[in-house]
C-alpha cells in the first residue's frame, strides 16, 4: 500500500504561484512530512519539512490541515527553473525505511 | 555542492568487470545511503548504514556489496553486473539513519553506470 500519492504532472507559467497536494492517509502519529525537488541526472534536493499547520522557508510554504492526511507544498512566483520532479515523503524516527521510500513524484513544468 | 561527493561520475563497465563507487560527505552526518535510480522510474533504496552499521537492505542482489569503514565513506563494490543494473546510482547522507524532524537527506551528484 502506497504512502502517499501525488498527480503524476503538473503544468504552470512563469510567475504564477503552484500548489501541489500530496495524500497520506495512513500518517502516523510520529511521521514528519518532507518534500524533495529533483532535476535530471541530479540527487533530490531538500525543500522543506513540516508537522503540522504551516511552514514557510525561502523558497516554499507547506500546508498541513489539522487532520494531518494531506499536505500542500506551495511554490510562489515559479519561473523556468523549477521545472522538476517534486516528492513527497512520509515517516518518523522509528518507522524504518518508509520515511525513505521516494514514489514516482510529481513532474511540474513550467512554460514561458 | 551538498557535502556529498562521489566518484567517478560516470562508468562504463562489462558484465564480468569488478568496479567500486565512492562515496564521501563532509556534513558529519552519522547515516548514509544508497540508491538507484534507472530510467522512468523512482529512486529505490539499496542500502542504509547508521553508525556504520547496516540497518536496511531492500533485497539487492548479491552482485551489489556495500561497504561502510567509517562515518564519512560508503562505497558499493560491483561485480557481475547486468546490463538491466544501467541506472543512475545516488549517494546520501543524514543526520541519523531514519526518518524524522530535521533529518534530511542530502544527496551526492550521483554515478551515471552503464553495464555492456
Known amino acids: 500500500l502506497a504512502k502517499t500519492t501525488q498527480p503524476i504532472s503538473m503544468d504552470s507559467y512563469e510567475g504564477q504561484e503552484v500548489n501541489i497536494t500530496c495524500s497520506h492517509n495512513?500518517?502516523?502519529?510520529?511521521?514528519?512530512i518532507t518534500w524533495y525537488q529533483q532535476f535530471p541526472s541530479q540527487g533530490p534536493r531538500f525543500i522543506i519539512q513540516?508537522?503540522?499547520t504551516k511552514v514557510t522557508n525561502e523558497v516554499a510554504s507547506l500546508f498541513i490541515p489539522a487532520d494531518r492526511k494531506s499536505s500542500t507544498l506551495s511554490l510562489p512566483r515559479v519561473s523556468l527553473s523549477d521545472t522538476a520532479v517534486y516528492y513527497c515523503?512520509?515517516?518518523?524516527?522509528?518507522?524504518?525505511?518508509?520515511?525513505?521510500?521516494f514514489g514516482k513524484g510529481t513532474h511540474l513544468i513550467i512554460q514561458p | 555542492e551538498t557535502g556529498v561527493t562521489q566518484t567517478p561520475r560516470h562508468l562504463v563497465m562489462g558484465m564480468t568487470n569488478k568496479k567500486s563507487l565512492k562515496c564521501e560527505q563532509h556534513?558529519?552526518?552519522?547515516?548514509m545511503y544508497w540508491y538507484k535510480q534507472s530510467a522512468k522510474k523512482p529512486l529505490e533504496l539499496m542500502f542504509v548504514?547508521?553508525?556504520?552499521?547496516?540497518?536496511e537492505n531492500n533485497s539487492v542482489p548479491s552482485r551489489f556489496s556495500p561497504e561502510c569503514p567509517n562515518s564519512s565513506h560508503l562505497f558499493l563494490h560491483l561485480h557481475t553486473l547486468q546490463p538491466e543494473d544501467s541506472a543512475l546510482y545516488l549517494c546520501?547522507?543524514?543526520?541519523?539513519?531514519?526518518?524524522?524532524?530535521?533529518?534530511?537527506?542530502?544527496f551526492g551528484p550521483g554515478t551515471r553506470l552503464t553495464v555492456l
Open positions: 546520501a547522507s543524514s543526520q541519523d539513519g531514519l526518518a524524522g524532524e530535521g533529518n534530511e537527506q542530502f
Open positions: 495512513n500518517i502516523a502519529t510520529n511521521d514528519y
Open positions: 513540516g508537522y503540522k
Open positions: 515523503l512520509v515517516g518518523d524516527s522509528g518507522g524504518g525505511a518508509d520515511g525513505l521510500t
Open positions: 556534513l558529519g552526518h552519522n547515516a
Open positions: 548504514y547508521s553508525l556504520e552499521e547496516r540497518v
